[in-house]
Each structure stands twice: as C-alpha cells, then as structure tokens.
Nanobody, 126 residues
C-alpha cells in the first residue's frame, strides 16, 4: 500500500522559511514522480513542484521559482520542499502526491497523481 506522510508545516512570518518533508512507503521510490501541491481556502489545488526520483529532474510553478527548492533522499524515501522568502499568498495546506508515470511532473495536474498524503498546514503571517 502506497503511503505518503507530510510534515514540517507551521506558522512563519512573511520572509521566513520552512522545510516540508514527504515520507513515502509501500512502493519502489526510484520509479516514481513525487509532487507537492497546495490548496488555500476557496481556491483550487495547484501544483507547486515535482521531482522525478529516477533522474532527479525537477519542475516548479512560476509563482515559486527562485524561492522553493525540491529535493529527494532516495535512501530515506523522502522528498523535501524547502520554502524560502515565504509570502502570505503561500499559505495553504500542502500535500505531496506520487505517481509511477514520470510525465506527470511536466504538467503537475492533480488528477494525474494516483496517491496522496493528508497534507500539512502552512500559515504565513504578514
């Protein structure tokens, strides 16, 4: 059974940083794409960043380029999202998702990802 567990969310002031973790189990980590998504109240879920565990290629939404960085530790089956220079608009529930098809990173469409974690809340105060 595929399981994804997020951690690292919390309250931070604007301009601050957080690092989210997504611990994965139940599948061969190296074969999967892992994405981070976020959803704020009243808004649609949007793709933030994605990494192909097989080759390390990364993808970012324009809104977070230069501020967020995704990485993976294949030995620990964990993907990280380092978030710097946080803005109030970054506040949301952040979820990680996984799928075996690597093309899903290029589009970061939520519907293309088959497995999801429950999410972790990120709150940014102004």
């Amino acid at each position: 059974e595929v399981q994804l567990v997020e951690s690292g969310g919390g309250l931070v002031q604007a301009g601050g940083s957080l690092r989210l973790s997504c611990a994965a189990s139940g599948f061969t980590f190296d074969d999967y794409a892992i994405g981070w998504f976020r959803q704020a109240p009243g808004k649609e879920r949007e793709g933030v960043s994605c990494i192909n565990s097989s080759d390390g290629s990364t993808y970012y939404a324009d809104s977070v380029k230069g501020r967020f960085s995704i990485s993976s530790d294949n030995a620990k089956n964990t993907v990280y999202l380092q978030m710097n220079s946080l803005k109030p608009d970054d506040a949301a529930v952040y979820s990680c998702a996984a799928d075996r098809l690597n093309f899903v990173c290029a589009t970061m469409e939520p519907g293309d990802f088959g497995s999801w974690g429950r999410g972790t809340q990120v709150t940014v105060s102004s």
